[in-house]
């Protein structure tokens, strides 16, 4: 039982699906526990090998969009750099064109 522990609110309500236990989404933790271990289709090892899935899926999931999002704001860092490249080769272009008007007019 100490096994269930592990598990969060969503990873319980998933091994409940899987067994066949109906259960209200609103339920607390300690009810939905209550529930599994007193289900007659409550095998204890089989729920542990369901645990270990959804929790193994779960974190990989996670890993997957954390990834995702590291990816996303690296994208937008090295866009914004290369903007703020091009803005300084712009300004200094114009600088150059501007220094060249100045030194015609001069003449």
Known sequence: ?????????LDLLEICEE???EVNPS??????????L???LYVEVEVKI??????SD???????????????IAREEKQERIAREEKQE?????DKQHELEMKKLEL
């Open 1 to 9: 039982m100490a096994y269930l522990a592990r598990g969060n609110k």
């Open 90 to 94: 712009r300004i200094a272009r114009e």
């Open 38 to 40: 007193n289900s007659q």
């Open 50 to 55: 369901i645990l270990d899935r959804v929790i």
């Open 19 to 21: 067994i066949g236990v």
């Open 27 to 36: 339920s607390k933790v300690a009810e939905i526990k209550k529930l599994i």
């Open 58 to 72: 779960r974190k990989k999931q996670e890993r997957i969009s954390r990834e995702a999002k590291q990816e996303q």
